[in-house]
């Protein structure tokens, strides 16, 4: 019982809060599973919530909120325009970011679209530290491209560097000597990098990336949706950090960033999103677009309700007490997985636990969608739904072509202060017994392929009998255990 700060014993996370509503969950049955799956055409987002034990699809728009934040939520203004609820948003962004303006907007997305539809222009370049399915899918029908440049360890799967969500400020620089500035719509800094494992960057390369920016006069856009586990590992890994409160850090951030947006699905613990601004022609360029695409200015979109949750959410996400519960959880999973030899992720970063399936069914071509595979595995042996986060994310290249993704990812993601350990260890055994019996598992091909981010609907099939065979080692394993 060393550690007595937020942890007990050796690496179990202790929750800083309380459950006072629960949400009743069934397991079904194995048989009812392949059912399910196959009905779901082997795609995890077309599963039905009832056939679903842990739901680890994503973190957005699924935290548990806190009482604080329900309370709030009963004394929402509902004024189509100029209601109290925006004002008291409003200033509690101000409060944390420091910025003048705020543009509401219904989710992340939708700030993208607007970010897009106003700076990227036919031909444009967006550097960024990594893309975001949404955001590249927004840049690219503006006309623009997405240039990646990540530090070269943002991509080994296994490794012990603290930020491989840094940018590689030689690559950002040559890049833009090579195109000239003006072909630069923004550089774009993700924190918590969603896609290659919910990686943190440092505050001193987001001042380095600055430097660079201030040399050519161009803007920094911070994607804040992952702010809470990037400031969590700020506090824990970067020196200049330690003394810092999160709010300090966090200020510290916004002056580095000319503009701020956000998804409050998962900042926030809320649902929504917004912009955030000091600058005066930003906010008019942008202000037009709100009550064409979103709602009016004092709602984007959102309710009235989420917003007053939001608010008290992003001040909630001040307390180090709070954003270190997911972190802290995923740690937890990762270390227990590693332990039983399955290949993820490390160091552990924020939203989820990320598998390497390319390791894990090491059999299986990346053509054949390994992650993909390995989610529909996943749930078939366990009810737990992950998300494929590899080659099926990507699109085909204009000639038809497979994109084959950098990393072949099975993502857990961790809801934030949803789940139990004990629940946490339940997935951990099974996907250990799956690693175990990982040579039965086989790939998947289509059966309907959409053009435009075909993952959210597109279905597949598996390659040959493998998911029945399966099931029947389950069984002979686990008897009449679901
Ligand atoms: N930026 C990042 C880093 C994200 O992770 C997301 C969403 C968005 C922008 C878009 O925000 O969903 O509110 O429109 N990520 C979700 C996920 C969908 O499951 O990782 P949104």
């Not at 795609?43 to 034990?53: M, P, Q």
């Not at 161009?218 to 824990?236: G, H």
Request: some cysteine; hydrophobic content about 40%; charged content about 25%.
């Amino acid at each position: 019982m060393s550690n007595v700060k937020f942890y007990y014993g050796e690496n179990v996370p202790l929750e800083m809060h309380k459950v006072r509503i629960v949400q009743k969950l069934d397991l079904v049955p194995i048989d009812r599973r392949l059912e399910a799956i196959t009905e779901a055409g082997n795609n995890t987002f077309l599963l039905k919530n009832r056939d679903v034990y842990l739901d680890m699809l994503t973190d957005s728009g699924v935290n548990a909120m806190s009482d604080k934040q329900m309370a709030a939520m009963m004394e929402a203004d509902d004024s189509y325009a100029g209601s109290e609820t925006f004002t008291k948003l409003e200033s509690k962004l101000h409060d944390i970011f420091g910025k003048k303006y705020f543009l509401p907007a219904h989710q992340g997305r939708a700030c993208e679209h607007l970010l897009a539809k106003v700076f990227v222009k036919e031909g444009s370049i967006v550097p960024m530290n990594y893309h975001f399915t949404t955001t590249k899918a927004h840049i690219v029908l503006a006309g623009g491209v997405v240039e990646e440049i990540f530090i070269d360890e943002a991509l080994q799967v296994d490794s012990e560097n603290p930020f491989k969500g840094n940018m590689d400020i030689d690559k950002l620089r040559s890049l833009i000597n090579t195109h000239g500035p003006e072909k630069i719509a923004f550089v774009r800094l993700e924190a918590g990098t969603n896609l290659i494992g919910g990686q943190p960057f440092s505050l001193e390369n987001m001042g380095e990336v600055r430097k660079v920016c201030d040399e050519f006069g161009l803007m920094i856009v911070l994607d804040a949706s992952l702010l809470a586990d990037n400031l969590y590992f700020l506090k824990k890994r970067e020196p200049k950090c330690k003394e810092m409160s999160i709010r300090e850090i966090t200020r510290e951030m916004a002056d580095l960033s000319d503009i701020i947006y956000f998804s409050a699905r998962k900042i926030g613990c809320a649902r929504g999103g917004g912009i955030c601004t000091d600058s005066t022609d930003v906010y008019m360029k942008l202000r037009e677009l709100i009550p064409l695409y979103e709602g009016f200015l004092t709602y984007g979109g959102m309710s009235v309700r989420e917003m007053e949750a939001m608010a008290v959410g992003l001040e909630e996400t001040m307390d180090e007490n709070m954003i270190n519960q997911g972190p802290q959880f995923i740690a937890f999973m990762v270390d227990e997985l590693r332990k039983k030899g399955v290949p993820v992720v490390t160091p552990a970063g924020g939203l989820g636990c990320h598998i390497n399936a390319m390791q894990f069914l090491s059999h299986v071509p990346q053509t054949q969608y390994t992650a993909g595979a390995l989610a529909s595995a996943v749930y078939l042996i366990s009810g737990v739904r992950g998300m494929e986060r590899g080659t099926l994310s990507e699109q085909r290249d204009e000639d038809g072509n497979e994109t084959l993704a950098h990393m072949e990812l099975l993502r857990l993601a961790m809801p934030r202060r949803v789940f139990t350990l004990s629940q946490v260890k339940y997935a951990v055994d099974r996907i250990a017994w799956l690693y175990e019996n990982r040579d039965l598992v086989g790939g998947l091909n289509f059966v309907d392929e959409p053009q435009i981010l075909r993952f959210f609907f597109g279905k597949l099939e598996p390659v040959s009998d493998w998911q029945v065979k399966l099931v029947e080692k389950f069984k002979a394993d686990f008897g009449d255990s679901l």
